[in-house]
T-cell receptor, first 115, second 113 residues
């Protein structure tokens, strides 16, 4: 069964460093998402992406964050200058039809630890 | 603005007992509602979703949920708990046609032998 994959599974970085989290969505999907979950807290929407554009973003997704689909398979989340509060589990998701009515498939997540 | 409230951060049931996880939502527009399950060190898996069709929604692993507009609720039930149901469960809401999903804080389900 096709699945969303994410790399790395765990990333440790120093405060102020740039990180790139990588996701490979399911191959025929067209809509891509990033969510994060701070330890012990709820899952929070960050951004949705379609046709090489951001379709919606939350207030969390400020200028420090960016997303890109650099090729036909990867979908990346970049944090330019990490802060301690960026430590969280980051989930990528994808679906084939517009909007959340179509089932979103989530990856296993990347745990980001900022020291 | 949309929001989700899950009543009870932890729920403990005996194996074979009824599972009831409570979720109330707030939405100014007709919502889509979801239940997700998260097993340790794994991503989120969709259990079931309500998208304005039948109010009683059946999902995977024997779970079902009923959309009650008058109560703004979408509680998750399973008649008989199994040890493998032990996990974190998230209720979520989204606007019709929207891209953003708002998650509740989650309820951890413990199943006792």
């Amino acid at each position: 069964e096709p699945e969303v994959t994410q790399t790395p599974s765990h990333q440790v970085t120093q405060m102020g460093q740039e990180v790139i989290l990588r996701c490979v969505p399911i191959s025929n999907h067209l809509y891509f998402y990033w969510y994060r979950q701070i330890l012990g807290q709820k899952v929070e929407f960050l951004v949705s992406f379609y046709n090489n554009e951001i379709s919606e973003k939350s207030e969390i997704f400020d200028d420090q964050f960016s997303v890109e689909r650099p090729d036909g398979s990867n979908f990346t989340l970049k944090i330019r200058s990490t802060k301690l509060e960026d430590s969280a589990m980051y989930f990528c998701a994808s679906n084939s039809l517009a909007g959340v009515a179509d089932t979103q498939y989530f990856g296993p997540g990347t745990r980001l630890t900022v020291l | 603005a949309q929001s989700v409230t899950q009543l009870g951060s932890h729920v403990s049931v005996s194996e074979g007992a009824l599972v009831l996880l409570r979720c109330n939502y707030s939405s100014s527009v007709p919502p889509y509602l979801f239940w997700y399950v998260q097993y340790p060190n794994q991503g989120l898996q969709l259990l079931l979703k309500y998208t304005s069709a039948a109010t009683l929604v059946k999902g995977i692993n024997g779970f079902e949920a009923e959309f009650k507009k008058s109560e703004t609720s979408f509680h998750l039930t399973k008649p008989s708990a199994h040890m493998s149901d032990a996990a974190e469960y998230f209720c979520a809401v989204s606007e019709t046609g929207g891209f953003k999903t708002i998650f509740g804080a989650g309820t951890r389900l413990f199943v006792k032998a």
